[in-house]
DNA sequence: CTCGGTTAGTTGAATGATCAATCAAGGCCG
DNA sequence: CGGCCTTGATTGATCATTCAACTAACCGAG
């Protein structure tokens, strides 16, 4: 295994930063003294620091099924279950942090204001991919679930309920709060698998 | 009408200033400006930027009733429906940023990766400030729900789906995030009105 | 009423730290 | 030689915070 190249050592370097402290709290020093390399040579590959957060999410966003969605379905088959699998996987990063880190993503997303374009678009890319791969279990398991039901939106609420609970979870410092959210959301497939209310349309 | 006081005209323009920017991008200098008040009499009223934060935090949980609620609920009776006219405040202020501005305590929940624990604390009481009054509206409304609903997690779980639908919509700058999310969440209740699947447990 | 003193609040320039970004010089490898 | 990459001190901007001097209001004693 080569020792991975300059470029690509400032961009885990500045992927565990970013995700960690978040962009602000980060400083070019830190990206530098972690990846072990000179401004030069940071500013050779990248024209700012910017750069350097645009690199970060597409990496991300290339590599959430190695990074995150492999791991978290390990021995998981079933598609439904794969859902919550994936909750899991939030569950655990937040315990092994004492309620610290969450959904990297979802901070960078509040955290910037008013992000460039290009930032927010591959923020957005990132929320995608991941409701992508929840739509893809929805699909899968579709023999389980109503078949007039809006896979687009079911996948988008798993999103919201993922986000909403890590951001309660880690601003009490409390996962019963995360694992609170994951059984209302539990419960939200077991009704809709019942069959229960008017079949769904949006507004 | 007394014009307000150095400290009140730091609170209001600090508060306005991370609410709409965040703490890490208002400068001192911005608060400065905006209350037209010396940095000696800000330094004079605040040990340091932090405890200005403090003040606005305590400021908003305080003040959630007119800030908040009593706009949100003009006209708005029934206590079920106060939950969606709440989401629907949210909603108005997403549409009137071009879903720019969302949630301000949860942007700053967000923003603020390692928060002083006094900081934290009053995030947490902002949110629970927050459920408290949702889970009023369903204690109003308990004769329209099952009896044995665990209202305390309904409530967060609404705050959950505010959070993560505003996060979407700002994030993808698409309104319709946010009203998918609130759609489910309409749904959620309607479901549970019905009565299907078991009786909702904690795990 | 008035003088002296005390306190609360104000002023804004100065300080030192931190930060992103620059660049001239040099090394490596074809 | 020449293009690619590296070095690291330097720059200038921005930042939170400090401070000494100043004003205004009040209060009690004479």
Same mark, same amino acid.
């Given at each position: 295994?080569?020792?991975?190249?300059?470029?690509?050592?400032?961009?885990?370097?500045?992927?565990?930063?970013?995700?960690?402290?978040?962009?602000?709290?980060?400083?070019?020093?830190?990206?530098?003294?972690?990846?072990?390399?000179?401004?030069?040579?940071?500013?050779?590959?990248?024209?700012?620091?910017?750069?350097?957060?645009?690199?970060?999410?597409?990496?991300?966003?290339? $590599?959430?099924?190695?990074?995150?969605? %492999?791991?978290?379905?390990?021995?998981? !088959?079933?598609?439904?279950?794969?859902? /919550? &699998? #994936?909750?899991?996987?939030?569950?655990?990063?937040?315990?092994?942090?004492?309620?610290?880190?969450?959904?990297?993503?979802?901070?960078?997303?509040?955290?910037?204001?008013?992000?460039?374009?290009?930032?927010?678009?591959?923020?957005?890319?990132?929320?995608?991919?991941?409701?992508?791969?929840?739509? $893809?279990?929805?699909?899968?398991?579709? %023999?389980?679930?109503?078949?007039?039901? !809006?896979?687009?939106?079911?996948?988008? /609420? &798993? #999103?919201?309920?993922?986000?909403?609970?890590?951001?309660?979870?880690?601003?009490?410092?409390?996962?019963?709060?995360?694992?609170?959210?994951?059984?209302?959301?539990?419960?939200?497939?077991?009704?809709?698998?019942?069959?229960?209310?008017?079949?769904?349309?949006?507004?």
């Amino acid at each position: 295994m080569a020792p991975p190249d300059t470029r690509t050592r400032i961009v885990l370097a500045a992927m565990d930063l970013f995700f960690l402290k978040g962009f602000g709290s980060t400083s070019v020093a830190d990206i530098l003294s972690r990846s072990q390399v000179n401004s030069g040579s940071l500013y050779h590959f990248f024209p700012g620091k910017q750069d350097v957060l645009l690199a970060v999410l597409e990496f991300y966003r290339d $590599g959430i099924r190695e990074m995150l969605l %492999d791991p978290a379905w390990q021995g998981v !088959d079933d598609p439904i279950e794969r859902i /919550f &699998a #994936l909750l899991g996987a939030y569950r655990t990063m937040l315990v092994e942090s004492d309620c610290t880190y969450g959904c990297p993503i979802g901070s960078l997303a509040l955290e910037l204001h008013e992000p460039d374009p290009a930032v927010r678009a591959l923020l957005e890319a990132n929320f995608d991919a991941w409701t992508g791969a929840i739509e $893809g279990c929805l699909a899968a398991g579709a %023999d389980r679930l109503p078949p007039d039901i !809006d896979r687009r939106a079911l996948a988008e /609420f &798993a #999103l919201t309920a993922m986000e909403g609970g890590v951001m309660q979870a880690r601003t009490a410092r409390d996962i019963a709060r995360f694992d609170r959210t994951v059984d209302q959301l539990r419960h939200h497939f077991t009704m809709l698998r019942s069959g229960a209310g008017a079949p769904f349309t949006a507004a």
